[in-house]
Every structure is written in structure tokens, then in C-alpha cells.
């Protein structure tokens, strides 16, 4: 298994650096030019003499090595991962696109089953960027043979990142639908929502949204875009529906931090704040938590007590069960009350 997963990435890292070649292009457009060689069953496109004939000869024979060997979606996401990465290196990606990592992927989607009790789900991450954090928990919630049905939806106004969470998810064969637009502009869906996800990214959105009717935008000057991406996540909820969201841990810390406060006593009910293991993060300002809201409705009221705490590192195996358990009784409690 280790030999083919090594070979694969050499595989598709050899493509990719062949096209960047031949393209004198970064290594995250040549990325996107492979994986859409690959999502169309590896023809290999050819566009004023570029690739040249030699290296269409190696690109197909590297696609075809890689397509005849993705025969589990696992497989293909962990080495989409190491590919990402490079990427990352390589571009000096914009910190709000860095990759969610696993640990975080899978807390998250371990709370999605045991919250959810419906046949059919839906779900939206608001800022999909690479759908490494959607791919993840999707893959989960497909092993939740009680579900019959999930429909996901994928919002980012990068294209860049619509393009790579695509390939991502067609070669995973997940049947996601993206979405190439502003999460803060105006939002709807025929489905029903019920949950909302996203890694949040955190700043200054570039724009005044004074007039978008937004509560937790400020009176003056910019806004947070994470306040506001909070809000918009819980509005296209469905009644009683969950956001999860990752933030920075100290978001309830910050001077401006009384007007997302006032919406969420005013709006919804904030249910849960659980700080993730420090080691997944570089430093303790890159620290995030999980913040978990729901939405009020008929089978929603406020969770006594909140879920609040710490989760253990992954590597501290019996303390990570211990507040995987922890949390997995407190959903069973706020179901049974």
C-alpha cells in the first residue's frame, strides 16, 4: 500500500511539474490542468501545440498509471493532500486557504453523524477552498448507512479553489455542487439546509456590507469577514439546523467581539465552544476553536450545559477517547431532553 500511495504522488507530482514546464506556469495552474486532464477520463488537452508531442506521450501514460490506481477514495484524498501541500510551497498560498487538517476534519464529522437524525441531509461549507475540510466529512457521513441521501454544496469566490475542491471531489466521487460566488452576496437554495460548515477565513472583508443588513457588521469602516460569514451560515440554515464553524480561539477575546456576541444571544443558540488540539497548529496565534450554533426552531432550545473544553491531542490516544466520549454524551443528552 505504501509503495503504490508513493508511487501514485511521484505519478501525478511528475505531471504536474512536466506541465508547469511546458506551461511556464505556477505549480497550483499546472495542478488544475492535470486534474482536469484526469476528471476527463485522462485526455490529455493540447492547445496551440502545447504539450508537445513527447511530453503528451508521458503525460497519458502517467494518467493512466494514476486512473487504473485510485480505487478508493482514501487513497486518492491522501495523496491529493501531500499534492496540496507542494502547492502550498510552492505558491505561497494566502493563509486563509491552508488546508484543514484531518484531526479537525474528522471531530467535526463525527459530530455531523451523531447530531443528524434525519434519512436525507444536506450541507453547505461556506468557504470551501480546496474541499479538503467537505471531502473529508463527507467521506465520513457516506460510512452512516442510515443515511440515505446527502446532498453537499460548496461556496468559494475563488476560482482557483473552485477549481482544485472540484477535482478533489470528482475523483473522491463525491457529488458536490460548487458554487463560484461571494458567500456574503446573496445566498439561497431549494434544498433545506441542515448543517452549515466552514473554515472560516479571518480579517477584513474588502467591502462595506453596511447596507446588506448584516447585524454583525461594524457601524463604521470594515467588517469581519468571519463575524459575517457566521451570520450568513446560520441564515441559510434550515429551523433547529447546526453551524460549525472554525474560528480563532480567542474570538470572544477581541474589543469588537460584543457585536457577534449580541447576535448570537439575539439570533441563535450558541451550543458549544471546544478548543482543538494545540499541536495541529503552528503557534498559539493560529490556535482555532469549534464553535457549534444552532439555529432556533421547533426542536432546538438552548443545550444546559453548553459543551465547552478542551480536546486532547490525537496522539494522547486514551484522553482523545475519553473527550470523543464526553462529547458524544452530551449530543445523546441534548437529544434525549
Known amino acids: 500500500m505504501v509503495n503504490n500511495i508513493n508511487d501514485l504522488y511521484k505519478k501525478l507530482n511528475d505531471s504536474i511539474e512536466l506541465l508547469r514546464s511546458e506551461l511556464k506556469s505556477s505549480y497550483l495552474d499546472a495542478l488544475i490542468e492535470v486534474g482536469d486532464d484526469l476528471c476527463d477520463h485522462g485526455v490529455v488537452r493540447v492547445e496551440n501545440g502545447i504539450p508537445s508531442v513527447k511530453v503528451q506521450k508521458k503525460l497519458q501514460e502517467n494518467y493512466n498509471f494514476i486512473l487504473s490506481s485510485i480505487n478508493e477514495p482514501k487513497k486518492f484524498r491522501e495523496i491529493f493532500q501531500f499534492i496540496l501541500i507542494n502547492a502550498l510551497h510552492n505558491d505561497k498560498f494566502d ?117 446588506r443588513g448584516y447585524k454583525t457588521s461594524f457601524d463604521d469602516g470594515l467588517s469581519y469577514s468571519h463575524y459575517l460569514l457566521i451570520e450568513q451560515g446560520m441564515n441559510i440554515l434550515s429551523s433547529s439546523g447546526w453551524g460549525l464553524f472554525l474560528v480563532p480561539s480567542n474570538i470572544f477575546n477581541d474589543k469588537k467581539s460584543e457585536q457577534l456576541l449580541k447576535w448570537i444571544n439575539d439570533n441563535v443558540y450558541l451550543q458549544g465552544i471546544i478548543n482543538l488540539p494545540s499541536d495541529i497548529f503552528k503557534n498559539s496565534k493560529s490556535q482555532k476553536s469549534l464553535l457549534l450554533l444552532q439555529k432556533k426552531g421547533k426542536t432546538a432550545r438552548q443545550a444546559n450545559p453548553v459543551l465547552l473544553g478542551d480536546i486532547a491531542s490525537f496522539k494522547n490516544g486514551d484522553s482523545f477517547k475519553r473527550n470523543i466520549n464526553q462529547i458524544t454524551n452530551w449530543i445523546n443528552e441534548l437529544k434525549e431532553n
Open 95 to 211: 493563509s486563509n486557504h491552508q488546508l484543514t487538517p484531518d484531526t479537525i476534519a474528522y471531530i467535526m464529522g463525527y459530530m455531523i453523524n451523531c447530531l443528524n437524525n434525519k434519512t436525507n441531509l444536506s450541507i453547505v461549507d461556506i468557504s470551501v477552498g480546496t474541499g479538503n475540510l467537505l471531502a473529508t466529512i463527507l467521506n465520513q457521513l457516506k460510512e452512516n448507512h442510515n443515511l440515505l441521501n446527502i446532498r453537499s454544496f460548496g461556496i468559494d469566490n475563488d476560482e482557483s479553489m473552485i477549481a482544485v475542491s472540484n477535482i478533489n471531489f470528482t475523483l473522491q466521487n463525491l457529488n458536490t455542487v460548487l458554487i463560484h460566488q461571494d458567500s456574503l452576496s446573496n445566498l439561497s437554495f431549494k434544498d433545506s439546509i441542515d448543517f452549515v460548515i466552514g473554515d472560516l477565513p479571518v480579517g477584513y472583508y474588502p467591502l462595506n456590507v453596511q447596507n
